[in-house]
């Protein structure tokens, strides 16, 4: 049974820095693509970043690009996404989700509560 539990949301004032994790098992972490995504009130969920099983081929939304930088620790089964200079725009629930054999994002984290504001 796949499982990804996310860490690390919280309060922070615009400007702040949080550093989320995902830690992954259940599956061949070091075989599998990872992402993140984030879900807004109100709003459809949306692509943040992803990266490959090798730790290349990343990729941002143009929304945090120069600004969040995303990891993973193949040894640990863990993904990171460190998000600095926030903004109140990137109040959402952040999702971690790994790609199935078939290449789409099949597995799905808990979501974690980022919130920024003063």
């Known amino acids: 049974q796949v499982q990804l539990v996310e860490s690390g949301g919280g309060l922070v004032q615009p400007g702040g820095s949080l550093r989320l994790s995902c830690e992954a098992s259940?599956?061949?972490?070091?075989?599998?693509?990872m992402g993140w995504f984030r879900q807004a009130p109100g709003k459809e969920r949306e692509f943040v970043s992803d990266?490959?099983?090798?730790?290349?081929?990343?990729h941002y939304a143009d929304s945090v690009k120069g600004r969040f930088t995303i990891a993973r620790d193949n040894a640990k089964n863990t993904v990171y996404l460190q998000m600095n200079s926030l903004k109140p725009e990137d109040t959402a629930v952040y999702y971690c989700?790994?790609?199935?054999?078939?290449?789409?994002?099949?597995?799905w984290g808990q979501g974690t509560q980022v919130t920024v504001s003063s």
């Open positions: 989700a790994a790609r199935s054999r078939q290449g789409r994002f099949y597995y």
């Open positions: 259940g599956l061949t972490f070091g075989s599998a693509g």
């Open positions: 990266i490959n099983s090798f730790g290349g081929n990343i």
